[in-house]
């Protein structure tokens, strides 16, 4: 054996040590693609029917949405009556009352002006 023939044997001995590396490396890639495509199988199948359920519930808050929103304008209409009612009740109520207590307070203040000006009346003619 020359010494070409020993570098031969030894570059051919080291890629075949490489080749069997670069195997070892590619089946545990291999594995470790299998074993997530598993997780990837297991995850569809558990997350399709969770989305499904999730468009039903959402489906189904909608439908109450709409009539939770039907009861809040319902409220409002009557919110707004309840409103234009009292104000009604309140120029009715009001406008008679300023005027009876106005008449009242008139009336006061002519008695007690007629019952000053008696007083002062009398005293003049007195002295």
Do not use: W, Y
């Amino acid at each position: 054996m020359t010494l070409g023939g020993v570098a031969a044997l030894v570059c051919a001995i080291a890629f075949a040590l490489l080749m069997l590396a670069l195997a070892a490396v590619t089946l545990k890639l291999a594995r470790t693609l299998s074993i997530t495509n598993r997780m990837l199988n297991d995850v569809r199948r558990e997350a399709v029917p969770l989305l499904s359920k999730l468009q039903t519930t959402m489906d189904h808050v909608n439908e109450e949405m709409v009539h939770v929103d039907g009861v809040l304008k319902s409220l409002q209409q009557l919110a707004g009556r309840a409103n234009a009612v009292t104000k009604a009740a309140e120029r009715v109520l009001t406008s008679p009352l300023v005027r009876i207590l106005s008449l009242g307070v008139g009336a006061q203040r002519a008695l007690g002006a007629a019952s000053s000006g008696e007083k002062g009346g009398r005293g003049g003619e007195k002295d």
